[in-house]
């Protein structure tokens, strides 16, 4: 990427610590109660691995439909929203739901891809 100056792009779920805790679930096989240890992605990971580039994800869960272009409606089921992005990079921004628990303490933000 930084030598052969490659494009990237990044498609992140959620990650949010408080929805993992109220997703607790009883597992019939191992007959005991399971958290879930991730999220749809590893954000935490991923901010680790973006960290060089200037980017960074944030733990709000969005949702939502937008138009890219103009042409068909899309529709963003789940994910996260972009915290720190490099000046002059390029992002599209489309106006999202919140899905994140209000009880919840997030860093909100627009999604952007």
Do not use: C, H
């Amino acid at each position: 990427l930084t030598s052969g100056g490659l494009s990237l792009i990044v498609f992140a779920e959620w990650y949010n610590v408080d929805a993992m805790v109220k997703m607790r679930f009883f597992d019939d096989n191992t007959r005991s109660w399971w958290t879930p240890a991730t999220g749809g992605a590893n954000v935490p990971a991923l901010n680790d691995l973006l960290s060089n580039f200037g980017i960074a994800f944030g733990d709000t869960i969005l949702s939502g439909t937008y138009n890219l272009n103009g042409g068909s409606r899309i529709a963003y089921n789940s994910g996260t929203s972009i915290l720190k992005f490099p000046a002059g990079g390029l992002l599209y921004s489309f106006p999202l739901s919140e899905k994140t628990d209000r009880g919840a303490q997030s860093r909100a933000g627009r999604f952007t891809s």
